[in-house]
Nanobody, 117 residues
Framework: VQLVESGGGLVQPGGSLRLSCAAS????????MSWYRQAPGKERELVAT????????NYADSVKGRFTISRDNAENTVYLQMSNLKPEDTAVYYC???????????WGQGTQVTVSS
């Protein structure tokens, strides 16, 4: 299993970014996918989850209405569209999946998002 994030960077408050996570090494269309983030000195937190079929999504209260998770099962990619970014969104963002059979967690290497003027 390999998860590779991209799309992070520096953005001003109120700006937007789209993160991508390219997956390989497993049957992507059978796995729910999630985005987590970890800010300095804080625990890693769940940001958003999308079911394998892409029909159901869930979000942390802190990002509802601003972030959108989506997936392209033909391209083995999951996205996180982030809008109206705030300084408190600054964190390393990680792509995650859990095997529905073994319950093993898989993580990407993370991509840094910095929201600052």
């Amino acid at each position: 299993v390999q998860l590779v994030e991209s799309g992070g960077g520096l953005v001003q408050p109120g700006g937007s970014l789209r993160l991508s996570c390219a997956a390989s090494g497993f049957t992507f269309s059978s796995y729910a996918m999630s985005w987590y983030r970890q800010a300095p000195g804080k625990e890693r937190e769940l940001v958003a989850t999308i079911r394998a079929a892409g029909d159901i999504t869930n979000y942390a209260d802190s990002v509802k209405g601003r972030f959108t998770i989506s997936r392209d099962n033909a391209e083995n990619t999951v996205y996180l569209q982030m809008s109206n970014l705030k300084p408190e969104d600054t964190a390393v963002y990680y792509c995650n999946t859990v095997s529905p059979w073994t319950r093993r967690n898989y993580w990407g290497q993370g991509t840094q998002v910095t929201v600052s003027s």
